[in-house]
């Protein structure tokens, strides 16, 4: 039924409670994961401050370099149980580069959380996770999460 599985991740414990139940989907099926983190160049500026492109990559980059080890860690973890895994650290608008990666690695279902870390608390499903579901073309899982201490 389902081959591949996609787990976009941003490295918050609200979104690993998603873990377990694409562990056992997997299992079940015999599916491969592929953990995705999805990495935004953004800009903020305060009053009166000038934009310093160096320094906004500079952190980019780090961002990118702690999410790549964060799902290497993650994929070996479920390549240890036996699992088919992959990682994949993206660029660009959250919503769009989670339906590009779904859309470009033909996987069969997305399981994400409904919470997790998007810089401002969120309500309901949280921004991220309302705006795949307005916009998917396959099926998916939402994993309702409660707030971890």
């Given at each position: 039924m389902y081959?591949?599985?996609l787990v976009p991740l941003d490295g918050s414990k609200r979104a690993e409670a998603v873990?377990?139940?694409a562990e056992e989907m997997a299992n079940r099926y015999g599916a491969g994961i592929i953990f995705l983190s999805v990495e935004e160049l953004y800009v903020m500026l305060e009053w009166d401050e000038v934009v310093d492109l160096a320094r906004c990559h500079e952190k980019f980059d780090t961002r990118k370099n702690v999410a790549e080890s964060?799902?290497?860690q993650l994929k070996t973890e479920f390549q240890d149980k036996g699992i088919q895994a992959d990682a994949r650290v993206v660029h660009g608008p959250v919503v769009k580069s989670i339906l590009t990666a779904a859309a470009e690695m033909d996987v069969d279902i997305i399981v994400m959380a409904s919470h997790?870390?998007?810089?401002?608390?969120?309500t309901f499903y949280g921004s991220i996770t309302a705006g795949v579901l307005q916009k998917i073309d396959r099926p998916l899982l939402?994993?309702?999460?409660?707030?971890v201490e």
């Open positions: 081959k591949k599985i873990l377990p139940h964060y799902l290497a997790g870390l998007s810089g401002l608390p969120r939402i994993i309702r999460t409660r707030r």
